[in-house]
């Protein structure tokens, strides 16, 4: 099965860009249902945006407009795009996969079985 390792995360500015990676080995996520989360200290991992096989977009309503997922299937690597930081966006940020993963539970942690081991995102005021 696929292997994820995230990358990118750092102290940024508030009103600043990032772009977060996660790149997959052992098999494609051509194939592979993703999803970006975040978890921030004290609360719970949420679902942050998701993409299907077919390329397929969905985002969370805080993150609409802000945050853009993407995959490039050459590279074998998911990136998550994040414009106009805000401090409430501060989290470790996680990539997950699954071959299948059901439209309801696109959003919700139990839905993937693959995890990455997260990249911490900091935005100060």
């Known amino acids: 099965q696929v292997q994820l390792v995230e990358s990118g995360g750092g102290s940024v500015q508030a009103g600043g860009s990032l772009r977060i990676s996660c790149a997959a080995s052992?098999?494609?996520?051509?194939?592979?249902?993703m999803g970006w989360f975040r978890q921030a200290p004290g609360k719970e991992r949420e679902g942050v945006a998701t993409?299907?096989?077919?390329?397929?977009?969905l985002y969370a309503d805080s993150v609409k407009g802000r945050f853009t997922v993407s995959k490039d299937n050459a590279t074998n690597t998911l990136y998550l795009q994040i414009h106009i930081l805000k401090p409430e966006d501060t989290a470790m940020y996680y990539c997950?996969?699954?071959?299948?993963?059901?439209?309801?539970?696109?959003?919700?942690?139990?839905?993937?079985?693959?995890w990455g081991q997260g990249t911490q995102v900091t935005v100060s005021s």
């Open positions: 052992g098999d494609t996520i051509s194939t592979y249902y």
């Open positions: 997950a996969g699954d071959k299948w993963v059901p439209y309801w539970s696109r959003f919700r942690p139990d839905g993937y079985n693959v």
């Open positions: 993409i299907d096989i077919r390329g397929a977009t």
